[in-house]
């Protein structure tokens, strides 16, 4: 079962910052957080994962909260080809590989 | 990075008849992979677990029967959805673990029935 909550829907401006929050309050102290992004009609995308630091790659930043029961993904500049359903996932490091998708954030970026 | 892929990327198929679908990773091997499948407009939904070697592992509510999953190698695992009916008609995905606690999805089959 999905543990995590994120708004439907979050517009942003083309070339501005999207910040996408997601509530994981249940998550367990082996649990990581995953971010996902998939484009209309195609497989899932990887974005980024962390523990508890926050952590950076080259398509987005993870800011993990010290109580790590939210964390928020940043799109640093939004562009239109980053308009995508986002999925937050937690997952247990060790129990298997399976991913359980909530419901996500359908991001529309705007010209 | 590590990719995974699926065939056909789409199909269509006469109610009652069976359909194959594969999902390859292609430059790694993977001991387990998952299907999932997803209704318009909705998330997507964990069906199993392929296990190379051993029988797979259904989600709750998965008819075993009738979505057939055969891990054949390391780099091979197929869905077979057997008398297949209008509303099984879906987008199927498979998705394999890579090295680093991420996971790999196939670029999906979009599946009709008609």
């Known amino acids: 079962d999905a543990k995590t909550t994120q708004p439907p829907s979050m517009d942003c401006a083309e070339g501005r910052a999207a910040n996408l929050p997601c509530n994981h309050s249940?998550?367990?102290?082996?649990?990581?957080v995953y971010w996902y992004r998939q484009i209309h009609s195609q497989g899932p995308q990887y974005i980024i994962h962390g523990l508890k630091n926050n952590e950076t790659n080259e398509m987005a930043s993870l800011i993990i909260t010290e109580d790590r029961k939210s964390s928020t993904l940043i799109l640093p500049h939004a562009t239109l080809r980053d308009t995508a359903v986002y999925y937050c996932i937690v997952r247990p490091v060790y129990t298997g590989n399976q991913f359980y998708f909530g419901t996500g954030t359908s991001l529309t970026v705007i010209p | 990075g590590a990719v995974v892929s699926q065939h056909p990327s789409r199909v269509i198929c006469k109610s009652g008849t069976s359909v194959k679908i594969e999902c390859r990773s292609l430059d790694f091997q993977a001991t387990t992979m998952f299907w999932y499948r997803q209704f318009p407009k909705k998330s997507l939904m964990l069906m199993a677990t392929?296990?190379?070697?051993?029988?797979?592992?259904?989600e709750q509510g998965v008819e075993k029967d009738k979505f057939l999953i055969n891990h054949a190698s390391l780099t091979l695992s197929t869905l077979t959805v057997t008398s297949a009916h209008p509303e099984d008609s879906s987008f199927y995905i498979c998705?394999?673990?890579?090295?680093?606690?991420?996971?790999?999805f196939g670029p999906g089959t979009r599946l009709t029935v008609t």
């Open positions: 392929s296990n190379e070697g051993s029988k797979a592992t259904y």
């Open positions: 998705s394999a673990p890579g090295p680093n606690r991420e996971q790999y």
């Open positions: 249940t998550i367990s102290g082996n649990e990581y």
